[in-house]
């Protein structure tokens, strides 16, 4: 995995909220509203519970991958109650 991008979209001075950013995984994955925040112990990064592809082909890879699972998990279960 390599970061390819990392954009400041908004900078705070008066709260414990510093900054909004962005960044680019391998130019396909885009993490967006990483929050920079001043703690008691100094500056840490949050980062959201949401994250989208940046291409078509991606997002159909990360959605056949998922769906596959899905999938053999139902299967799984099914075999487990006819057991």
Do not use: C, W
């Not at 989208?52 to 999938?71: C, D, H, K, L, M």
């Amino acid at each position: 995995m390599k970061i390819t991008d990392v954009q400041i979209r908004k900078l705070f001075d008066d709260s414990e909220l510093k900054a909004i950013a962005s960044m680019t995984i391998d130019d396909m994955f885009v993490i967006h509203d990483i929050k920079v925040v001043e703690g008691e112990k100094g500056i840490y990064v949050s980062l959201p519970p949401i994250a989208q592809p940046v291409s078509p082909q991606i997002n159909s890879t990360i959605a056949e991958v998922v769906i596959r699972s899905y999938q053999s998990a139902l299967a799984d279960e099914e075999l487990s109650l006819k057991q």
